[in-house]
């Protein structure tokens, strides 16, 4: 049988059936139905910050709470280029300009002290992602929006349940963006959210998701619809209660490939963060010797196992944004990651005999 990058957790089908089986009683699908206020709160306490929005994915998430705070059109958003392509896209479709800041070479994640030599008389906010669950330098990126007045906005999309310190990574910035695709720790088949602290945010976020309607006849906004729908809150509930246990059984996997892999001439895994509580999310390996990533991909791939090359190409190579300065030859860091990383097959029930086949594979062709 084959082995894919992940594998989307899901509750027992009868624990699913149980937990929809009211929505046969009520006829309410969706439109903020108790499923969804019950998530809500649930994600409030289990993310442990102050509000929680729920949207049908996070993509219109982050779409909506770059919306939320109304930046001027037009304005600089510095950003990474190394992230999904829903980042950068989110940022263009709100009408602003993506600037792309290198990544540091430990985690991943924006490289602070280049943060502010970018920042112009236009920038509006900072969109720094926790790439691969490992946290940003978030004191630092705190300080910097601060002293320049920007908007500090997180895609923690792949940062579900990852702590610094014993503070949630929801907590940080104006606001974070959380992804409950199938494909990542916590799903909702498709969802997300938007977590923050201001009190101020939650009746404009509550209007935008649902076509911009406040009451009856009552139009506040220009919005969309971004709603989660019962289905989705009613997954989110049963995910929820199994979340623990998936994240410990990823500890397991993760510790395995790190045990068979740490110190192997030619690659180099991801250190782990000092005082952060890990999600386990993914399991990037770079290549930086004789075996090169994409020969890698293909040894594994001969043996029906689909590692994902991720973050390649960058954002800032696309097509679409070939008109922009600050293609991924000014993003020197970035650029060679996305050609030596990996992600190896991680997920709750993977086996730790195939763990070590993946391993073997790999050892056996440095
Ligand atoms: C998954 C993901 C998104 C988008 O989330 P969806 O729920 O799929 O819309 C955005 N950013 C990053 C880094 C992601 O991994």
Not at 124 to 132: G, K, N, Q, S
Not at 313 to 339: I, M
């Amino acid at each position: 049988m084959s082995i894919l990058v992940t594998r989307s957790s899901m509750p027992d089908f009868e624990e699913y059936c149980a937990e929809i089986r009211d929505l046969w009683d009520s006829h309410w699908l969706t439109n903020m139905g108790d499923k969804h206020r019950q998530l809500q709160r649930e994600l409030e306490e289990q993310l442990r910050v102050e509000h929680v929005t729920l949207y049908t994915n996070g993509h219109l998430a982050l779409e909506n709470i770059l919306a939320a705070f109304e930046l001027p059109q037009g304005g600089e958003v510095i950003t990474t280029p190394f992230t999904f392509a829903s980042t950068t896209h989110a940022i263009v479709r709100c009408g602003l300009t993506p600037v792309f800041c290198d990544v540091n070479e430990e985690d991943y994640t924006l490289d602070v002290s280049k943060v502010e030599s970018l920042i112009t008389e236009k920038t509006v906010a900072i969109l720094p992602v926790h790439v691969y669950g490992g946290l940003c330098d978030v004191s630092a990126l705190e300080r910097i929006a601060k002293e320049h007045g920007l908007k500090l906005i997180y895609d923690a999309a792949h940062a579900f349940g990852v702590e610094k310190d014993g503070i949630s990574a929801a907590c940080f910035g104006d606001a974070s963006m959380f992804s409950f695709h199938a494909t990542k720790v916590f799903n909702t088949i498709e969802g997300g959210a938007v977590c923050y602290h201001d009190d101020g945010l939650v009746q404009r976020l509550d209007d935008l998701k649902n076509f911009g309607i406040r009451g009856p006849e009552d139009c506040a906004y220009v919005g969309g619809n971004a709603k989660m729908n019962e289905f989705q809150a009613a997954m989110g509930l049963c995910n929820l209660r199994h979340l623990d246990r998936e994240i410990e059984k990823r500890r397991a996997v993760d510790a395995r490939y790190r045990q068979r892999l740490e110190g192997a001439p030619g690659l180099k895994l991801r250190a782990e963060q000092p005082g952060v509580k890990a999600n386990y999310a993914y399991f990037p390996v770079l290549f930086q010797g004789k075996l090169s990533r994409d020969r890698a991909y293909e040894l594994l791939a001969e043996q029906d196992i689909f590692a994902r090359k991720y973050f390649y190409p960058l954002t800032n190579a696309f097509d679409c944004y070939r008109d922009l300065p600050g293609g991924p030859e000014k993003t020197p860091v970035a650029l060679r990651l996305s050609q030596q990383v990996l992600t190896l097959p991680i997920y709750a029930d993977l086996d730790l005999q195939d763990v070590d086949r993946i391993c073997d594979n790999l050892l056996s062709n440095l």
